[in-house]
């Protein structure tokens, strides 16, 4: 029976997503829905990046755009970057990217400029890395880069009285359009979890893989989950965005 898994903010740990590969015993029947954040953290960036763009020849992927693979980009593209990027993972994607061809650089340059900045399936659930503001939905946004920066559909959503009614004046729309709605980009570690975390309809999906938290993948349909092992005990000679 094929699954729809979907997965959080990786941040190079290939390590930590081969693990996930395993134990959740992947097959090509799955459906796989990367979160987006690829890289800036740990030393195999570029190599995670190479490993999707094969990942994708023999299964069934989807790969959001994640703010980090947007800064990478423009890195990439036009040599360009903001100092802040430098400080939030970008070096170790900088290093990572020195050990690739032209021609392999290339082919990552495809990859990313086919992200997709959000998805929405047939059973109205969202996809999407960081959030939408548009009250009309994500179609009606006015500019892309909400879509993988924004941290205010997520604050919204934990800041509800959760005995608050769907059908309430007081309820965001913006929280009413979908069934349901997986994120990234905020770990959840922020407000010291460890695990994928519901509020309202929200499911966000990063615990935390760039810094001391483990890499998860989450089963859309049964809610059943994986994790990693904590990725820092992965590369333990590094250390990622901390």
């Known amino acids: 029976?094929?699954?729809?898994?979907?997965?959080?903010?990786?941040?190079?740990?290939l390590k930590a997503l081969k693990q996930l590969i395993d134990i959740a015993k992947i097959t090509p029947d799955d459906r796989l829905i990367f979160l987006g954040d690829y890289v800036d953290g740990w030393s195999d960036s570029a190599k995670l990046v190479s490993f999707l763009i094969k990942l994708k020849t023999t299964h069934n992927c989807l790969f959001i755009r994640?703010?980090?693979?947007?800064?990478?980009?423009?890195?990439?593209?036009?040599?360009?970057?903001?100092?802040?990027?430098?400080?939030?993972?970008?070096?170790?994607?900088i290093d990572s990217y020195g050990q690739l061809s032209k021609e392999e650089i290339e082919a990552h340059l495809v990859f990313y400029e086919n992200l997709t900045n959000y998805y929405i399936d047939d059973q109205n659930r969202l996809f999407l890395h960081?959030?939408?503001s548009n009250l009309h939905g994500p179609h009606r946004e006015y500019f892309d880069e909400t879509f993988y920066w924004d941290r205010t559909l997520?604050?919204?959503?934990?800041?509800?009285?959760?005995?608050?009614?769907?059908?309430?004046?007081?309820?965001?729309?913006?929280?009413?359009?979908?069934?349901?709605?997986?994120?990234?980009?905020?770990?959840?570690?922020r407000i010291n979890q460890t695990k994928p975390i519901n509020a309202a309809c929200v499911w966000n999906i990063d615990t935390g893989a760039a810094f001391k938290g483990s890499l998860t993948m989450l089963d859309v349909d049964t809610k059943e989950f994986w994790q990693s092992d904590p990725v820092h005990t992965l590369y333990p000679n590094e250390n990622g965005r901390n």
């Not at 029976?1 to 740990?13: E, F, N």
């Open 1 to 13: 029976m094929s699954r729809t898994l979907v997965i959080g903010d990786i941040h190079g740990a």
């Open 66 to 93: 994640g703010n980090h693979d947007a800064l990478c980009y423009d890195w990439l593209k036009q040599d360009v970057y903001n100092p802040e990027w430098i400080k939030h993972g970008g070096q170790a994607s």
């Open 130 to 132: 960081a959030g939408f």
């Open 154 to 189: 997520w604050e919204t959503a934990l800041a509800l009285n959760p005995k608050l009614e769907k059908t309430a004046l007081e309820y965001p729309k913006r929280l009413l359009l979908f069934k349901e709605i997986y994120i990234g980009h905020t770990p959840v570690t």
